[in-house]
């Protein structure tokens, strides 16, 4: 990143807007995540088939790349004949779904507990702390497939599962930055006004600890969409026929000799996916905070 | 010294006594036990034997302090699957499991470290920039999708590694890559800083100017002090690893604990679970425990702070 030399006469806004187009990490990032939540948004409107409707006769049949393949379905079908393709935008649903639902759910709890720690400190801090070590030492893919195997895998108990166990790094981040700001001037002021404790952390200190809170956000997002599709994959999370792309690679490992495109395309959407979401965050940090990047 | 190892102590045994409720707490979450191990028809004598065979017609707390009575002393009760005890059981698969761990972790080290290092060296260069991308690719590649990509390529299309199995080191090959890769870009990334940070420093400008040789400086002077946050990492990445084991050993059919837990799970075999879940948090806490101290004992600002 080039030098600013006019610190002083440009605005935050400005600069960071000015370091977004320019950083060619977030821009892929977020185009290509762009895309991926509208095609998952239209979905219904996009697909060519129903994702559920079966086609024995037709099953199996490779993409359009390889020989066999047909325009028809261009990803090919899969082993009950079902389009591939609307299989794929279909999923797309369920991994942005699990992903925003558990890093929302994860957020709030994660934040409440973080700032509460940073800004109170002492007692409140060595609670929150002890917490966050118990939750650390949890092996997290064994709880939730514990969970999931003990109650069930529907899309709410996966976002339940997920948003309850993954909110450790907000709780680090969020106390890390809401130390920083407790002891500003703007927040002395507004504990000099008068201000309830409730004001001053919901007017003064949150807004000021936004922006590690989106990035955090942003890369716990991608973290609870690799989780639910590794659960799906072991059989106990998204259940069938619904076409999580955890799931899809589970189904088409059987035909992993000949058919092996079967896990390859769900597998590229997956890391596609995922590589976009991290971008976008590493790119999001990089603007709003390049000194944190490690 | 001792009195941070005795406030860390507390912690730890703390933390350990917090993960055995939950342990414990978690597999009632799924109502009555005694209708899920009566099978998928069961009938009332039938349920209310099981529940006074394994005591689920007793108080929780006492169903606790009796499970964690018998944990203490390594007892972790019998199998309701596998019909063995847990103990032998776990006794069987850990080592399985440890060796996965290390030689996964060793991988991470010896990619991880070089390429921070070089990176630190020449930030910016051509090295940086790949060591970068590697880090930016492996953190979004699935490990489950990674392994069955290794298995198309390695086991199938050019037969050079078994597929899955436990009988040879040939067997750990790939689990040791799926599981290691994952953690190689934190310690890349965390050696990066560390030495970018070092070699700022004033001692080694100092090293530099009274004329010894330049690699002298960067292994003796700058590594050493880089590394020990290296190795807090490698012990939480090690308590991960265990975690991941589940996957990548059920992927491979590698027969060590994480594989046994999915089969567990899949199974309703609880105490199997629960016995899992106790001894990979132990090992974590444990880890970081050792991890802390010695920290602590390289570095005396953390044992006042």
Redesign the interface.
């Known amino acids: 990143m080039s030098a600013v030399s006019t610190i002083e006469t440009v605005t935050a806004p400005a600069r960071d807007w000015r370091r977004t187009i320019r950083h060619v990490g977030l821009l892929v990032g977020g185009g290509v995540f762009g895309a991926i939540v509208l095609i998952a948004a239209f979905a219904p409107l996009l697909t060519p088939y129903d994702p559920y409707i079966q086609d024995i006769p037709n099953r199996l049949l490779p993409p359009v790349w390889q020989e066999a393949g047909v325009w028809a379905h261009p990803l090919g079908t899969d082993q009950l004949g079902r389009d591939y393709l609307s299989r794929l935008m279909h999923g797309a649903r369920i991994s942005l779904l699990i992903g925003v639902a558990a890093a929302l759910l994860s957020g709030l709890i994660g934040t409440a507990l973080g700032v509460a720690a940073g800004y109170f400190g002492g007692r409140v801090d060595m609670v929150v702390t002890a917490i966050v070590t118990v939750r650390l030492s949890l092996p997290v893919v064994l709880i939730a497939l514990a969970v999931v195997g003990a109650i069930g895998g529907s899309l709410q108990v996966m976002i339940a599962v997920i948003g309850l166990l993954l909110w450790d790094r907000y709780a680090v981040v969020m106390r890390g930055a809401t130390l920083q700001v407790r002891n500003l001037d703007y927040v002395t002021a507004a504990r000099a006004a008068g201000c309830s404790t409730a004001r001053i952390v919901l007017s003064e200190v949150l807004p000021n600890v936004l922006n590690p809170l989106i990035v955090v956000a942003t890369l716990e997002m991608a973290h609870a969409i690799l989780l639910e599709a590794a659960l799906s994959f072991l059989g106990l999370g998204v259940q069938p026929p619904l076409p999580s792309w955890g799931l899809m690679i589970a189904e088409g490992k059987n035909y992993i000799l000949f058919e092996s495109w079967l896990i390859g395309i769900p597998g590229a959407a997956l890391f596609a996916l995922i590589l976009a979401i991290n971008l976008m965050g590493d790119g999001l940090r990089d603007v709003t905070a390049p000194e944190d990047r490690g | 010294m001792l009195a941070f190892g005795l406030r860390r102590l507390g ?1 730890a045994l ?3 006594f ?2 055995s409720v ?2 414990f707490g ?2 009632y ?2 109502g009555d036990l005694a209708i ?1 191990l009566a099978g998928d028809t069961p009938d009332y004598a039938q349920v209310d034997l099981i529940r006074k065979q394994y005591g689920l017609d007793r108080p929780l707390i006492v169903q606790y302090g009796d499970w964690l009575h018998g944990a203490l002393g390594g007892d972790f009760g019998q199998s309701v699957y596998f019909k063995t005890p847990v103990k032998t059981m776990i006794a069987e698969r850990l080592p399985v499991t440890m060796t996965l761990g290390l030689t996964s972790m060793l991988f991470a080290l010896v990619l991880g470290l070089p390429l921070g290092v070089l990176a630190a060296i020449r930030p910016n260069s051509w090295i940086d920039r790949i060591a970068l991308t590697f880090s ?2 492996g ?7 990674f392994a ?2 290794l ?2 390529f390695l086991s ?1 299309t050019w037969p050079l590694l078994p597929p899955s199995g436990t009988d040879s080191w040939e067997n750990f090959v790939m689990p040791t890559i799926v599981l290691g890769y994952n953690a190689t870009p934190a310690i890349m ?2 050696t ?2 560390g030495m970018l940070e070092v070699l700022g420093a004033d001692y080694i400008r100092t090293a530099r100017a009274k004329g010894l040789r330049p690699a002298k400086v960067l292994f003796k002077h700058a590594l050493r002090n880089a590394v020990i946050p290296v190795v807090s990492l490698a012990a ?1 990445q090690f ?1 991960f690893m ?3 084991s ?2 990548v050993e ?1 992927i491979f059919a590698l027969h060590g604990t ?1 594989f046994m ?2 089969e567990a ?2 199974n ?1 075999d609880f105490p199997t ?1 629960q016995a ?2 106790m001894v ?2 132990l090992f ?2 444990v880890l ?1 425990f050792l991890a802390d101290i010695l920290n602590a004992w390289l570095d005396p600002r953390i044992r006042i702070a």
């Open positions: 912690v703390f933390v350990a917090a993960v939950i342990s978690l597999l979450m799924s899920a930016v690719l953190q979004a590649l699935p490990s489950f999708w069955l990509v298995i198309v199938l990334r965390l990066r800083t939480v308590g265990l975690g991941g589940v996957v059920t994480g837990a999915w799970i899949k309703n679970v899992v879940i990979f948090a974590y806490i970081t």
